[in-house]
């Protein structure tokens, strides 16, 4: 077995914890937008609160990256790649942190109340305004489903890693020890 | 298969990544990839994406077109009604109102919620007529609508929308889709099918039920002395947390007149909105927000229901209309009267057509903003409610 050095404890728990929410959202949000059922209401209740906590935790994540740097590509990695793997992640990043605020931003310019619970709402962040919110709806399904395939393309990744290079990439996110 | 030992050197080498680079394959090695195994679990990644994918493209409906989405029910309103771009696809043709909610502090034994607290909230609200066409010629059957936003302090908004019937013609977001479509006029003879409309009907007693009430209902002279319900039901939550569950009505203070079915605005198209216009710009014109408390065994989660006379009634304080405003400036417009926009206090109760309201809502909500640019002026223009209501 190849020894590839693993990420740091604080980042895998930051990863994990973060995977299932964000899969989670990426279906609430293709499944509310075209649900007219008593779901509905629920995803939707669902789905302001838990962008809250992706963006926190996003930022959270940020700073951990600096403090716990993660460790480097296997050398064999080849250039395009490497290159995949480093663009991906900028953009699973980017997106992580863009889209709740897009979310945000959204509801703000369409003076929905941005729920959390109960009693608890986020301040608007934009002013009132009709077009201003149907560019930034639009917008916040076009970068759902570019973290879709972002999405995908960092689990076949994983998967391409784990089960046919084998170069020890996998394990070093997928350990528990 | 990568030899390992290779890579130990690689690792080794202190300038590993340069000396190595001319040695590496530029993609991946096809010898990887071509042992019977290696194919195999090549072939169990690409098949776990393709659920992946799958499973995303179920949830968002795209493998089942006959799934009803919000995206048919927009279809729906766009066959009944044609493109009407910027304009609600229901309840399209209105006029914005504002004005206050005086609490009479009586409905805090019910809800906890801040709007109830004695005292006055600003409101921002919408008379409409029920369908999609925003020139449609005012008719005393349409039904009518009222839509209030309250704006307590603190944010913590309620928002309404309530129509002069007693009960709603369908219980599910189905049901509703299916009368739309049954009611759809046939383009070769401009007429719903009465095939189609008998066969909705049959299938769905309790619209017949229901339809039968709503046609008993007394329909007023306007706009001002009509009675509107919430027909959907709610709980109002207290302090304590206990639940009640509620159904409420706007009760006009104005004296009820029955419509005198007479032309006497012929040649008006807008005579219940002018009235509306008139009537206010004379006089700020009130209802009283009744809410009406249901017993345990009330039907909460079907509208066609009514409930039994002789409930207990609450008188939660009175809504008081002071201005008119057209669509055009009003500030009304850029707002969805969504029913679940609620504060803690106030909150659904299992009617699913609640859910299907706030989701279709928000559809024809996102789908006028985008249409901002191209959207027509309304049937009620500015200088028509500038004139006092005369057109």
């Known amino acids: 077995m190849i020894t590839q050095a693993r990420f740091p404890a604080a980042s895998r728990l930051l990863h994990w914890m ?4 964000i899969v989670a959202m990426l279906f609430i949000g293709v499944g509310m937008a075209a649900s007219v059922s008593a779901r509905y209401d629920l995803l939707v209740s669902i789905h302001r609160p838990l962008g809250v906590a992706i963006f926190v935790l996003c930022v959270v994540r940020i700073v951990n990256r600096f403090i716990n740097p993660p460790p480097e590509l296997p050398d064999t990695l080849p250039f395009l790649q490497r290159f995949a793997a480093k663009a991906s992640h900028i953009v699973l990043y980017a997106l992580m942190l863009i889209m709740p605020l897009v979310g945000w931003g959204m509801l703000s310019a369409a003076r929905y109340p941005i729920v959390l619970y109960g009693p608890l709402r986020l301040p608007p962040i934009l002013p009132h305004d009709l077009t201003l919110y149907a560019w930034l709806r639009d917008l916040h399904t076009i970068l759902a489903y570019l973290l879709f395939a972002t999405f995908l393309a960092h689990f076949g990744a994983a998967l391409f890693h784990g089960l046919i290079r084998r170069d020890g990439v996998f394990g070093s996110m997928a350990s528990w020890r | 298969m990568i030899p390992a030992k290779k890579i130990e050197r690689n690792r080794n080498n202190p300038n590993g990544r340069k000396s ?3 040695m590496k394959p530029f993609w991946f090695r096809a010898a990887l990839v071509t042992s019977p195994g290696a194919l195999v679990r090549l072939g169990a990644i690409g098949a776990v994406m393709l659920s992946v994918a799958g499973a995303f493209a179920f949830a ?6 006959s799934r009803l989405t919000q995206d048919r029910m927009m279809a729906a309103f766009r066959d009944a009604n044609g493109t009407h771009a910027g304009f609600r ?12 909610f005086e609490s009479s502090g009586q409905a805090v034994e019910l809800s906890k919620a801040a ?3 004695p005292g006055r909230v600003p409101v921002v609200g919408r008379f409409a007529l029920a369908g999609g066409m925003p020139f449609q010629t005012d008719a005393p059957a349409t039904v009518r609508s009222m839509a209030l936003r309250l704006l307590p302090p603190g944010g913590e908004e309620w928002r309404t929308g309530m129509n002069n019937i007693p009960v709603f013609p369908v219980n599910s977001a189905h049901g509703f889709y299916e009368q739309l479509v049954a009611f759809t006029p046939d383009p070769a003879t401009g007429k719903p099918d009465p095939a189609r409309m008998k066969a909705f009907l049959a299938a769905h007693p309790e619209t017949v039920h229901a339809l039968a009430l709503i046609k008993k209902r007394q329909v007023t002279s306007g706009f001002a002395n009509s009675t509107f319900n919430s027909l959907n039901a709610f709980r109002f939550v207290d302090a304590a947390g206990a639940p009640t569950l509620v159904r409420w009505s706007t009760v006009p203070v104005q004296s009820v007149a029955a419509d005198s079915a007479e032309p006497s605005a012929a040649g008006d198209k807008n005579y219940l909105f002018d009235d509306l216009i008139a009537q206010i710009a004379q006089h700020p014109q009130q209802w009283r927000l009744i809410v009406t408390i249901g017993h345990a065994d009330d039907p ?5 229901l009514p409930w039994p006379e002789g409930r207990r009634q609450i008188d939660a304080g009175t809504v008081t209309i002071d201005q008119a405003s057209s669509e055009d400036s009003g500030r009304c417009t850029a ?3 969504d029913p679940l926009v609620l504060p803690s206090g106030i909150e659904p109760s299992d009617d699913p057509l609640l859910s299907a309201r706030s989701a279709v809502y928000a559809r024809s909500f996102t789908l006028r903003a ?3 640019h191209e959207k027509r002026p309304s049937a009620v223009t500015a200088q028509e409610v500038q004139a006092g209501g005369r057109p």
């Open chain 1, 18 to 21: 973060m995977a299932p929410m």
């Open chain 2, 20 to 22: 190595t680079w001319n």
């Open chain 2, 60 to 65: 968002g409906g795209w493998l089942s077109p």
């Open chain 2, 89 to 100: 696809r229901n309840h399209a043709k209105g006029v914005c109102v504002t004005g206050w």
């Open chain 2, 115 to 117: 709007v109830f607290k």
């Open chain 2, 300 to 304: 909460t989660n079907d509208a066609t």
């Open chain 2, 335 to 337: 707002v969805n009267y």
């Open chain 2, 370 to 372: 985008g249409e901002e």
